[in-house]
């Protein structure tokens, strides 16, 4: 029997996950990175993006919005600032969302303060959009 991975992932709403499993993917800070049993310790910023937990021949996905990742010799642990199951996702609330931001954009009255703010939330939109 192959290696397992303790993993954890929790959000200040709740803990998502927390089992042995094969493979994890993470969104990091400089790309995606793949973590196994034994992998080198690390620590890393997370992008928004999907976590990809693999176990056997089944995989879930999980987007995660800020936070932190760390290996440790006794496995990984994702802090994420906001994590929710992509299954979870509603395509038309987002749809919605992103079509708000870009309006916020386009306002010639908009101050540049929400246009910053409409920026940054556009862009993790996009990606939750692609997680879909």
Do not use: W, Y
């Not at 290696?3 to 200040?12: A, G, I, Q």
């Not at 998502?16 to 034994?38: H, I, N, R, T, Y």
């Not at 890393?44 to 021949?57: A, D, F, H, S, Y």
């Amino acid at each position: 029997m192959a290696d397992k991975l303790h993993f954890n992932l929790v959000s200040p709403e709740r803990e998502l996950a927390s089992e042995e499993v094969d493979q994890v993917d993470v969104p990091g800070a400089e790309g995606m990175f793949g973590v196994l049993a034994k992998h080198s310790p690390m620590m890393t910023n997370l992008k928004p993006g999907v976590v990809t937990i693999r176990n056997g021949g089944d995989s879930r996905r999980i987007f995660v919005r800020g936070g932190f990742a760390e290996v440790t010799p006794a496995g990984l642990t994702i802090l994420a600032e906001e994590a929710v199951p992509v299954k979870e996702l509603d395509a038309a609330a987002i749809t919605q969302r992103i079509k708000n931001c870009e309006q916020d954009l386009a306002d010639k009255d908009s101050t540049e303060a929400t246009r910053e703010r409409a920026q940054a939330e556009l862009s993790e939109l996009k990606e939750l959009q692609a997680a879909l």
